[in-house]
C-alpha cells in the first residue's frame, strides 16, 4: 500500500468509525423515530375535529392521512443516501429542523389545504430524518451494544405505533390553550427545538466512505416507482378504485424494475448507485426486507381495523379506544425488555416465534369479538390484546438487527432506507388488501354490529401475513461461528 492510499484508508476510517457514543446519543436519535412513527397514528385522532374546524372537504382529509405516508415512502431511500453522503448527524439535525418548523405550519394551519402541503413537507422531512436513525447506530455501536441499539429502536417504533392513538386522544380531551386538534402537530415542537440544541454535542458524525456522488436518475426512477404504488394504494379505496389507480399500479413495477437495471448497470460501470446491488447478496438483508413488507402489512392494517371497530362498532370515543390500546402496549412494553434475552437464546427464530404469538392474540381477538359483538364488555379483549403485543415485539425489536447484520458501513443509509421503505410500502399494501375485505363485510350486513363481523373477516387475512414471517426467517441463514482463535 502506498503512502498516499495509507492516508486516504486512514481518513475513511475516521470519518467512518465516529468517536464513542454519548449515554444520551441513543435516547436523543430514537426521539426521532418516536415523533416520525406517532405522527402516522396520531393523526387519525385529530382528523373528525380537523374536518369540523377547517371545513375540509373528504379528498383533502384524505390527503392529511396519505400525503404524510406518501412523502416518507418516496423520500425514504434518498435520504439514507444524502447521510452516507453529507453526514448522518447532519442530515438527521436537518431533517429535525424541517419536520419542527413543518410541524409548527399544521398545527397553525388556517386552510385544509395549507394543512396537506404542511403534511407532505413533514413527510419529507420524516424520510430525511428516519434512515439516518438506523445508519448512526449501525456505524456507532459494536457487540450487544449495538444489538441492544436495534432493540430500543422496534421499542421505540412499537410504542409509539401502539400509544399513538392514547397520546392523540390526551391532547385532544386536554384541549391546551384551547388549540385542540392542533396539539398533536405542535406537540413536535417543542421536542424538536430540546433535539437541535443537544444533537451537535450528542450525536457523533459520520458518512460513507469514498467518493461517491448523487444519482439523480436513480432517486427520480425510485421515487416515482414508490409514488406509483403508495398513492393508489392510499386513495383508491376511498375513491373506488379509478382508472388512474390501476394505470399507477400497472406503472409502478416496470418504474421499479427500471430502476433495479439501471443502480446495476452503474454500479457494474463503477458509478455511484442509490441503492448498491451488492447490499442484496447478503441473504439476511433481502430476506428482512421482504420480511418487513410482510409484517409491516398485518400491523398497519391491524391497527386500522381495531380502531374503526372500536370506536365506529363500539362507539368508544377517540380517548377511550386509545385506552383499550393500552393492554396491547403493556404486552409490547413488557416483551421489549426481555426481547434481547430471548434473541441471543433462539436467534433468528425469535422472529418465527413472535410470529407465531401475535397469530395466537389474533385468533383470540377474533373469539372475543365473536362474543362480545358491538355491545359486549371490551375488556374480553384484553387477553388478545396483551399476547398480541408481545407477538409484536418478538418481532418489531430485533428485525433490524437481524436484517442489517453483516451490512458494510459504506451502504448504511442506503440499506437502512430500504428497510424503512419495506416498512412503509407494506403499510400501504396491508391497509389497501385488509381494507378491501373489511369495507366488503362491512358492506353486506346492517347496523353497528357489522363492524364485529367487517373485523373477524379481516383476521382471516390477518393470519397467513403472520403465518408468512414464521416462514420467511427459516430463509434466514444461521450466523456463522467466530473462528476459533
Known amino acids: ?82 447521510g452516507d453522503l453529507y ?17 409548527a405550519w399544521a398545527g397553525m394551519a388556517p386552510t385544509a389545504g395549507q394543512l396537506v402541503v404542511a403534511r407532505i413537507a413533514q413527510g419529507l422531512a420524516s424520510a430525511l430524518m428516519g434512515p439516518q436513525v438506523l445508519a448512526i447506530i449501525g456505524v456507532t455501536y459494536e457487540g450487544q451494544a449495538r444489538v441492544r441499539a436495534f432493540n430500543a429502536f422496534g421499542l421505540t417504533m412499537g410504542l409509539a405505533g401502539v400509544f399513538g392513538q392514547l397520546i392523540g386522544g390526551l391532547l385532544i380531551h386536554a384541549d391546551i390553550a384551547g388549540l385542540g386538534w392542533r396539539t398533536c402537530f405542535l406537540v413536535n415542537v417543542p421536542v424538536g427545538i430540546a433535539a437541535l440544541l443537544l444533537g451537535p454535542r450528542l450525536i457523533p458524525e459520520s458518512r460513507a466512505e469514498g467518493r461517491a456522488h448523487l444519482d439523480p436518475l436513480g432517486m427520480v426512477l425510485v421515487s416515482a416507482g414508490l409514488v406509483a404504488v403508495v398513492l393508489p394504494l392510499a386513495e383508491g379505496q376511498q375513491q373506488g378504485w379509478p382508472l388512474w389507480t390501476w394505470l399507477c399500479l400497472a406503472a409502478s413495477p ?35 426486507v421482504v420480511t418487513g413488507v410482510v409484517y409491516y402489512s398485518g400491523m398497519a392494517s391491524f391497527f386500522l381495523v381495531l380502531a374503526l371497530y372500536l370506536q365506529a362498532g363500539v362507539g368508544l370515543t377517540a380517548l377511550a379506544s386509545g385506552l383499550v390500546f393500552l393492554p396491547l402496549g403493556v404486552g409490547f412494553l ?152
Open 1 to 82: 500500500m502506498s503512502l498516499q492510499q495509507a492516508r486516504t484508508a486512514g481518513a475513511e476510517t475516521r470519518e467512518r468509525e465516529p468517536a464513542g457514543p454519548h449515554w444520551a446519543t441513543l435516547p436523543l436519535i430514537l426521539v426521532g423515530t418516536f415523533v416520525i412513527t406517532l405522527d402516522v397514528f396520531i393523526v387519525n385522532v385529530a382528523i373528525p375535529e380537523t374536518q369540523r374546524d377547517l371545513h375540509a372537504s373528504a379528498s383533502a382529509v384524505e390527503f392529511v392521512v396519505a400525503g404524510y405516508a406518501l412523502a416518507y415512502a418516496a423520500g425514504l431511500i434518498t435520504g439514507g443516501r444524502l
Open 87 to 103: 453526514g448522518r448527524r447532519r442530515m438527521f439535525l436537518l431533517g429535525v429542523a424541517l419536520f419542527t418548523l413543518s410541524s
Open 254 to 288: 416496470v418504474l421499479l424494475l427500471l430502476f433495479a437495471a439501471y443502480q446495476r448497470r452503474l454500479a457494474n460501470a463503477g458509478g455511484s448507485p442509490l441503492v448498491n446491488p451488492v447490499l442484496f447478496h447478503k441473504r439476511p438483508f433481502t430476506i428482512g
Open 334 to 485: 413488557a416483551t421489549s425488555l426481555l426481547a434481547r434475552k430471548v434473541a441471543a437464546l433462539l436467534g433468528r427464530q425469535v422472529l418465527a416465534v413472535g410470529a407465531l404469538v401475535l397469530l395466537a392474540g389474533l385468533g383470540g381477538l377474533w373469539a372475543a369479538v365473536g362474543h362480545i359483538g358491538t355491545e359486549g364488555a371490551v375488556a374480553w379483549l384484553v387477553p388478545g390484546l396483551l399476547v398480541a403485543g408481545s407477538g409484536m415485539a418478538m418481532v418489531m425489536a430485533p428485525l433490524a438487527s437481524i436484517a442489517l447484520a453483516g451490512t458494510d458501513p459504506r451502504y448504511a443509509g442506503a440499506a437502512s432506507g430500504v428497510l424503512s421503505t419495506a416498512a412503509q410500502v407494506g403499510g400501504a399494501v396491508g391497509v389497501a388488501a385488509v381494507g378491501v375485505v373489511f369495507y366488503h363485510v362491512l358492506g353486506q350486513g346492517t347496523g353497528p354490529g357489522a363492524y364485529a363481523d367487517a373485523f373477524r373477516a379481516s383476521v382471516y387475512l390477518l393470519a397467513p401475513l403472520a403465518l408468512a414471517v414464521a416462514a420467511l426467517v427459516q430463509f434466514i441463514p444461521r450466523p456463522r461461528p467466530a473462528p476459533a482463535s
